[in-house]
């Protein structure tokens, strides 16, 4: 009991000790492929670290709501990363919780994201919360797909359930498993607020989605939003991973060595998907926003056609 | 209102007791019902087994109110606990007045011009004036909701196509009044004595 505990406290301090990490690699990937030196890895520690000993600039006219909300988001975003399989399979909290229960969480802190951006009642805020507000209406439909072709595969929406069915030699190459695939990631590229999507390094008011919301922020408040930011992305390609690319993923009451494969494996797959993360940004250009839905919707039909795949085939 | 959003927290934390109240419901709809939640350890929700789906609202609401204290807790520690108050930066732009404020059409804008040409069948129409004509070029865009028009629009227009067709019954006499009134008793009477 004491081990199911360690470990699964072990997971919600790994989440939270890599999320910076994985943002300061792709950082740096990115700035190499440019032929520049880059920021070191890690710059991101830095940087929350200097914001949270900054003092809070808080606008005159804004509420409790805009205050509390960056522990909201930040404590929602760390359960919903905390219940992913990381490096080991059946943690001790994963029964509480399946894939649904991810996407709410993720879903709470966007709605929580946007009503702090319109909070203060600037207009950056509010374009910035209606713009996350048209991504969501089209990613959160898609992420359930995937979540309906996964589950009609594995017959589980539980994660652990999930990640061990597709480990197993049962599960081969499937047409509808690539189509949720190439789903998911251009859900978590959009949901993530990456390039094409959105620029997370610059302050373009045309285009920008994320940074417009959180404008008015600073300080500790400020620090806490961009940590969730960087558990976020960690967390999708967790999901990715785990669900994909189940290799080397530890049991839960397994040996320190088995752990420790899992630990490398999965330390790996963050390493690949990174570098795959960076070079797709570096190769592509932002897209308008109004051309973001197109891209969305096109994730949400191959989500759609993934499903009706599966559900067509297991019928017959 | 309070009474509302604390049935509804509720609802979400303790599932269980509320989808056993509704199994005879559920029951009644579709001759079946999940089984009995509130026996279950933990106050989890299994619709069918474990290893399939199950949810702990309870569990993953104290998840959420322990890891957003501690962190409240670790950074007003570890962190700043300063607040300076100020006007709002908003990038430079101007103080807002109502004019440049912020509201709910404008908040629906991107999701209206997204889902416009196909869920709200939205037309634009250009007048352009011609050249060395003074007035102002308008932008029009018409925005038609087919729920309303294919919804609501046959039952508003059948009601009213009735009580076009039954318009005439206001304009009586007492005589013809009190005989409507004693055909409709003696109707429902028969109706009455019919029926088993």
Redesign the interface.
Known sequence: MIRDFAVQGGQ?LLVLLLAPLLTGFVRKVKARLLRRRGPPLVQPYRDLLRL???????????SWLFRSAP??I???T??AA?LVPTFALGLT?S????L??IAG?LGSARFFLALAG?D????????G???E??IA??AEPALIMVVFTL?LIA????LS?VAGVMASPAVGLRVSLGLALFALLMIAIAENGRVPVDNPAT?L?LTMVHEAMV??YS??HL??IEAAQFLKLLLYISIIGCVFAPWGLARADAQPAAIAVGFGSYVAKLSVAGFLLAFFESSVAKMR??RV?VFLGAGLMLALLATLLMFVTQAR | MLCFVALCVLTGILPGFVIDALSPVTTLLGGNHMPEQATIPWLSIVPVAASRSSYNGLLVFVFIALSASLTAFVVHRLGSRAVRHGPAWDCGFPDPSPMTEYTAASFAQPIRRVFGTLVFRAQESVDMPAPGDMRPARIEVRVRDLVWDSLYLPISSGVAAIADQLNFVQFLTIRRYLTLVFVTLVGLLVALAVAP
Not at chain 1, 52 to 62: F, I, Q, S, T, Y
Not at chain 1, 95 to 98: K, R
């Open positions: 919600m949270l000993r900054k003092e809070v600039v808080l606008a005159d006219n804004a522990y909201l930040f404590a929602t760390w359960v905390a909290f029964w509480s919780a399946d649904i229960v969480l319109l203060v009642g600037t207009s950056f805020g509010g374009i919360s209606s713009r507000m048209m209406s089209l589950a017959g589980s929406t539980q359930t302050h008011e404008l008015e300080g500790r620090a806490l926003v109004f839905p």
